[in-house]
C-alpha cells in the first residue's frame, strides 16, 4: 500500500524559476492529505492531475502567505463544484477570520462544511487518527508560530500466507487473531500464527518540518523517521541570513537529518536566489547521503 | 506609442484547461497598469517577463475571488523585494480589510505604502489621469458590486514633421504653440501650424467590462471604443446559467459590441465547461466580425 508524498510547490516566499510555493499531498493507503497550500496549488493540483475532490484534510503550518494564499481559491473551487463532503483544516488560530472574511465579500455561503481545527505551538499534538495512521503537530522555532506534520503508521498487523489459505479455508474470526500473533486451536487442530502469516513490516513515518531554524530539541519529534522534508531556504555561506530569517541552510537540515538517525532526507522551501538547485544538494550530501531535492512533480516513497 | 492589453490569465471562477483566473496588464506609453489579479497573478507576470516593480497601479474590479486572490501574494513579494514606490490599488470597499488581516497574521509591517482608492458602484469616476490617459470606473451588473474600468487617451497633440525641423532650426517655444495648432510670428516669419506639423491620430480608447449580465446601458459607457474586453462566460445555449449566475453569453458580448459600435471586441472569462474556445468565437463572429478570444500570453494593440 502506497506512503508517498508528491510535491506541489518547493519555493521560499517568492515563486521564481517556475518553481511554486510549498504544498505537497501525502498519500497513504490511498487517502490524501494536503500538507500547506501556498498560492497556485490548486492549479499545480490540476497539472499533475490529482483530484481536489480526493482531499478531506488539509494541514497548514504556519501563515506566512507562501504557505496559505492558496487556501481561500481551493475552498472557492470546492464551493462551485458543490462538494458534500466537510473539509477540515488544521491551521493556526486567525485564519478561520481571513477566510470567513474573504467569503463575506463575496457573499458566499458554502455549500459544505468547514471545519477549523486550531494547532498549538507549545507542544506536540494528535491532529488526525484513523485504523493505520497517526497525523500529530510538533513545534518549530520560525518568525510566527509554526508547527511541523508528523505522518506515522500504526503497528500494522501480520499477514496472512495466501497459500496457506488456498489450501485450507478457516473462518474469518480465527483468520483475525492469527493476524494479530495469536496462536489458536479450533476442533482439537492448532493453528501457529507463525506458520499462518508472516511478519508486519516495520511503520513507517514522514516529517514535514515546515518553516524552521535549526534548533536540536527538533530530533526528538522526528527521531527514526523514513522520511523527512527539512527546509533549506539558503546554503551554509548565508548562514547570517537563514538565521536573522528564521531558516535554515542545506548543512544544517542534512545535520538535522543525521543526529535524528533519520532514514532519508528531502530538501526545499528554495530561495529565489537559488536557480540552480545542485549545489544545496552537494551541501547537504556531504553530511547525509541519503538526501534528495524536493522537485515539483516528483513523488517520494516513505520507505 | 504602444497602447496595447496583456492577457495574464482569461478563465472564470475555476481555473481549468491550463487556464488562469483574471489578470491583464495594460500597457499605454510604456507605462504598466494591472486590471484585475486572481491567484497566480504574479506567477504569470514572471513567466510572461512582465517586470512586476513596473506596476504602480491595480485595478480590481470586483471581490469575487477569481479576480483578486492574487493580490495578497503579489504585495508580499514586493515587501520582500523591499520595494520603495508607493502602490495604488483601485478596490471595491472591504479588499483594505482583508489584506491588512492577511498582513496582520503574518506579522508583515510594509516597507512600501499601499494607498487604496475606494471605488463607487452608482455612476462613473475618473480614477487616475496623467498627461496622456484618463483611467475612470464605471458601473456593470453582477452578482456583487463590480465596476469595468475604461482606458481613454486624451487629445493628443500635433506632431512635428521632423524633415522641416531638420532644415531650419526654430526654438522650443515655437515648438510647443505650433503642436497645439496655433500659427505664430516670429522675427517677422509667418510659422503656419497646418505646414509644420501632421494631425495627431485619434485618442485611443480601451474598456475592461468585468463580470456583467447583458444590459443596454452599458453600451453608454463604452461607446465607440478602439478595444472592448467583455466576458463570455457561457455560450447563449447556456444563457439562462449566465442569467441566474450574473453573467454573459459570446452572442450578449458580440451583441453589445455592435450596440456601443465598437472597433474591436475581445472575449474572456470562460467557464470550465469549455475546454475548446472556438465555438464561443463563431458564436461571436456571427454578430460582430471583429472579435477576438483573450488567449493567455497573447498582446492584443489598441487600434
Redesign the interface.
Known amino acids: 500500500m502506497p506512503f508517498e508524498v508528491f510535491i506541489l510547490g518547493n519555493n521560499s516566499?517568492?515563486?521564481?524559476h517556475?518553481r511554486?510555493?510549498t504544498s505537497q499531498v501525502v498519500n497513504h493507503h490511498e487517502k490524501f492529505y494536503l500538507v500547506d497550500c501556498g498560492?497556485?496549488t490548486?492549479?499545480q493540483l490540476?497539472?499533475y492531475k490529482i483530484k481536489r475532490s480526493r482531499l478531506d484534510h488539509i494541514f497548514i503550518s504556519h501563515?506566512?502567505?507562501?504557505h496559505y494564499?492558496?487556501l481561500?481559491?481551493l475552498i472557492?473551487?470546492f464551493h462551485?463544484?458543490r462538494r458534500e463532503k466537510p473539509l477540515h483544516i488544521y491551521a493556526?488560530k486567525?485564519?478561520k477570520?481571513?477566510l470567513e472574511?474573504?467569503l463575506?465579500?463575496?457573499?458566499t455561503k458554502l455549500v459544505f462544511e468547514l471545519i477549523f481545527h486550531e494547532t498549538k505551538f507549545d507542544s506536540a499534538e494528535i491532529l488526525l487518527e484513523n485504523d493505520d495512521l497517526t497525523i500529530s503537530s510538533f513545534p518549530v522555532k520560525h518568525?510566527?508560530p509554526t508547527t511541523g506534520f508528523l505522518f506515522r503508521e500504526k503497528n500494522i498487523q501480520r499477514k496472512v500466507r495466501t497459500e496457506k489459505l488456498e489450501a485450507e479455508s478457516i473462518p474469518h474470526e480465527l483468520i483475525v487473531e492469527l493476524k494479530k500473533g495469536k496462536d489458536v486451536i479450533l476442533n482439537e487442530k492448532k493453528y501457529l500464527s507463525a506458520e499462518w502469516t508472516f511478519p508486519p513490516a516495520s511503520p513507517r513515518s514522514y516529517a514535514f518540518c515546515a518553516d524552521t531554524l535549526y534548533h536540536e530539541e527538533l530530533k526528538n519529534y522526528i527521531q527514526g523517521c523514513n522520511l523527512v522534508y527539512h527546509e533549506a531556504t539558503f546554503m551554509e555561506e548565508s548562514s547570517e541570513r537563514a538565521k536573522q530569517t528564521f531558516h535554515s541552510t542545506a548543512k544544517q537540515a542534512a545535520t538535522m537529518a543525521q543526529i535524528a538517525s533519520v532514514k532519508h532526507l528531502l530538501l526545499g522551501h528554495f530561495s529565489a536566489k537559488y536557480e540552480d538547485l545542485l549545489p544545496l544538494l552537494i551541501e547537504a550530501k556531504e553530511i547525509f547521503a541519503h538526501t534528495k531535492l524536493a522537485i515539483e512533480g516528483l513523488k517520494f516513497e516513505v520507505e
Request: negative net charge.
Open positions: 516566499a517568492i515563486p521564481a517556475g511554486h510555493p498560492e497556485g490548486q492549479i490540476s497539472k501563515l506566512h502567505g507562501d494564499f492558496g481561500i481559491g472557492t473551487s462551485l463544484l493556526p486567525g485564519l477570520e481571513i472574511m474573504q463575506n465579500v463575496s457573499d518568525r510566527i
